[in-house]
């Protein structure tokens, strides 16, 4: 009998020969973990740093596979019609599980019916960036100079309703600043042109900005957790700027098809946990000041639908559509 998705769904075990040994051999095979962006991102950090610990806790290859592009609903869309047997995942993010639902009503896919959460994996700080010949040394010259040459500068983002392009929109409604997004197929690709100059501000993760802010490269003006972060001690928050209560963080996390047995589930989110717990990832979130999560599926269910209650309203008032 070939197993689809449909089968492992609606069919009562009994017809399904040896399903109940396959899911208690979970992991048969290697397990492909899609990430919705190109190369170069935090994201790809994310599942990267997760994924070399789950390999070695599994015995089984957890590879990432990379598929960026139309934000994120094509590498959605190929995960929910993915068999529904722990060997096909995918990283969630703040993007695709709370925003585009808001803002692409016609997915051909329902995020809340068609993918069982796992686990959330990390909350990654928001930093905002400039390249250095803007003509501002710090975020109120900077909110001050595009306030006074509105559209005149453009922001590069992952894509549409990548956590950097939500930042940035909501940093616009905040301040009454004009500023155009230029959408790119990931941090990667929009990172480039950053450094080039072609685009002259971005809102991205601590981990793919921090060594070109180090070199000199990018010039950081803010951040977006209530919080300063240590790696980063002299960079304000936009709360601190006469922003009350302005907050954005990115924030990753696991995802499988709908239909996946819950002692799957449960097995993946407890090596993910273990696999945060891990000194190489501990060591490398805190270098990142990105917080590890780990937590029941549950839980990060319940998390999700409150990023959606929030980005819905967010999206609303600041008029979010895609570029």
């Known amino acids: 009998m070939t197993l689809t998705r449909r089968t492992a769904m609606s069919a009562p075990i009994a017809l399904l020969p040896g399903w109940a040994a396959a899911q208690a051999a979970w992991p048969r095979q290697s397990v492909r973990f899609v990430v919705p962006f190109a190369p170069g991102g935090t994201s790809e950090i994310v599942a990267r740093t997760v994924a070399h610990e789950l390999t070695k806790q599994l015995g089984q290859t957890v590879f990432v596979d990379n598929k960026g592009g139309g934000a994120g609903l094509p590498a959605m869309t190929e995960v929910a019609k993915a068999v529904p047997d722990g060997h096909t995942i995918i990283l ?28 959330l994996l990390a909350k990654v700080p928001n930093l905002f960036v400039i390249h250095p010949d803007v003509p501002a040394k710090d975020f109120k010259e900077f909110v001050a100079y595009v306030r006074k040459n509105p559209g005149q500068l ?4 992952a894509g549409n309703a990548s956590a950097g392009h939500l930042a940035m929109e909501y940093l ?29 501000a971005s809102s991205a993760g601590l981990p793919a900005l921090l060594p070109h802010i180090r070199s000199g490269k990018l010039r950081a003006i803010a951040v977006g957790t209530p919080q300063r972060l240590p ?42 946990y ?8 501990t ?41």
Do not use: C
Request: net charge neutral.
């Open 154 to 157: 453009n922001y590069g983002s």
């Open 274 to 281: 273990k696999a945060l717990k891990s000194n190489s990832v």
């Open 92 to 119: 969630g993010h703040v993007g695709s599980l709370a925003v585009n639902p808001y803002i692409f009503p016609n997915q051909p896919y329902d995020v809340n019916k068609d993918f069982v959460p796992v686990t």
């Open 231 to 272: 790696a980063l001690p002299d960079v304000p928050t936009v709360a601190e700027m006469g922003f009350k209560d302005f907050e954005t963080s990115q924030w990753y996390g696991i995802l499988a098809p709908a239909g996946t047995p819950r002692d799957i589930v449960k097995r993946l989110q407890e090596e993910s």
């Open 283 to 323: 060591e490398r979130f805190a270098s990142d000041s990105a917080v590890g999560g780990g937590g029941p599926p549950e839980e990060f269910a319940a998390f999700i639908a409150q990023q959606q209650k929030i980005w819905k309203e967010i999206v609303s008032r600041a008029g979010i559509k895609p570029d």
């Open 172 to 200: 616009k409604l905040v301040t009454g600043m004009f500023i155009t997004h230029i959408p790119y197929r990931g941090t990667g690709p929009q990172l480039t042109d950053l450094l080039a100059g072609r685009t002259q």
